[in-house]
């Protein structure tokens, strides 16, 4: 169950976004990052929320799962608009009630703001919903490269998201089962006051640290004795390749950025 | 015999912060082609071996010779080429994300360009019959099929040396068979030796050649018939002798005859079945 958490994330599907490189992805998203704060009227919004809804469409991911990472998201959305709503005192009054007064000014700038969480929110999750974690890794990887001249450990740094990642499936059984020893013991998991469940927490966490650490001194001997030694003279195994695809996708961001640019006041 | 593919002389080693010697003065040999069992009990310094074996550690006195090369700081990466090791816990020695990951990973470190890399991984995974699970994640794979992988990841580096330290040791009965199973069809094919680090009696009979270790010392060294021969002595090293081993025994005690030679449990069986009739 605790599996389907982290890994639940990336929905396959033979779609157009699945099958783009992860690093024009990133590249993506990391410009539509700073693209979206170019909007600043009716249109610019429209706009932005045509390309994200275009991009959904084509990654093929049903509401369903897009719902399901937004929800927690959504209060946080809804906060930023109501205090924008009520915080706001410029432009003119459209609505007294009681001590409650609402702006137009206020009005406009929440629903913008929360229009542009919420296109945030809906770009970034496409990311991690069409790209399986090791993608974004070797994108990363790829991306990150050029900082290997200013000394930045790009390769460990690489190296340390993909084995952890490898490893929370098993450190997830690993917990389950240990878990499960300590219930059987006697522990109380699940019941009994907060202070009690927290307490009940240790039992669980010194075995797995120890045996986490157990776990990285066999993992590293074994990586040496296949001949690990840094990333010097490796090469990889993963490709990425950039298609056609990944190309006029950064077209028809270009595309938007001008059109931002003409259309915004 | 063949000539020796591994040479160890007069090697002692000591962990910093023990007094007794880990090793204390090993020589033997190892031959070409060979599949060789190093038993012994806990702390008897056989898993000390296939670290030193390696470059994982380094003897304080002595000299170790691996493929005519010997071993120190500057040929350990050769030697490793030569070498491949299958460890105890086979999540612990899985690095790759995928199967396919897990059996590039040595590739990679060895900088093979990624042409030939694709069809090695392909290779090796056929060759422990795991070509079917390319893109499978780890926890989705028993024990026996993550050490049949790890295997594979050797095999891909094509050492002339296999060292199983305590690789079956983990696994239910079916996986240890699955395991050995698929070293012992490699080793017919591809000439390999093989070293298989052990405190499993059974696994041992089927080498060729067994050592015996204890207290950081070669205490024997023969066929498998000739260490089951002395039963008792084994038994005193914390060592226990295989069950068909025990029965035949037990057997010659109440008079019955069976062959001197080892046994394994069927031909065991098939004997008493066979040649028992005119009593």
Redesign the interface.
Known sequence: MMEKMIFGRYVPADSVIHKMDSRSKLIIIFLFVCVIFLANNAVTYALIGIYTFFMLGMSRIPIRFLYGGLKPVLWLVLFTLVLQLFFTKEGALLVSWGPVKIYEEGLKMGIFISLRFFFLILMTSLLTLTTTP?EITDGLETLLNPLKKVKFPVHEMALMM??S??FI??LM?ETDKIMKAQIARGVEFASGPFKERIKAVIPLLIPLFVSSF??AE??A?????????GGE???????LSWHLADSLQLVLLGMLTILLFLLRS | MNKSIVSLKEVSFQYDEQERYALNHVSFDIYEGEWLAIVGHNGSGKSTMA?LL?G?QFPQQGEITVCGMQLNEESI?DI??KI??V?Q?P???????TV??DV???????????DE??QR?EDSLRKVKMDKFLYQ???HLSGGQKQRVAIA??LA?RPSIIILDEATSMLDPRGREEVLETVRLLKAEKALTVISITHDLEEAAKADRIIVMNKGEVFREGTPEEIFSMDEQLIQLGLDIPFSVKMSKAFRQKGIDVSKHYLSEEELVTELWTSRFSI
């Open positions: 090791i993909s084995i990642l490898r499936p098993t059984q157990k776990r066999e993992l001997i074994a990586m040496e004795a296949r001949g690990y030694r003279g490796r090469t990889k195994y993963r490709q | 670290k390696n994982l990466w490793r080429k491949g090791m460890f816990n999540d612990n020695q899985f690095v790759g994300t396919q990951d590039a990973f040595g590739l990679e470190n060895n900088g093979i360009p990624r890399m694709v991984v994640e780890p926890h990841g050797v580096l």
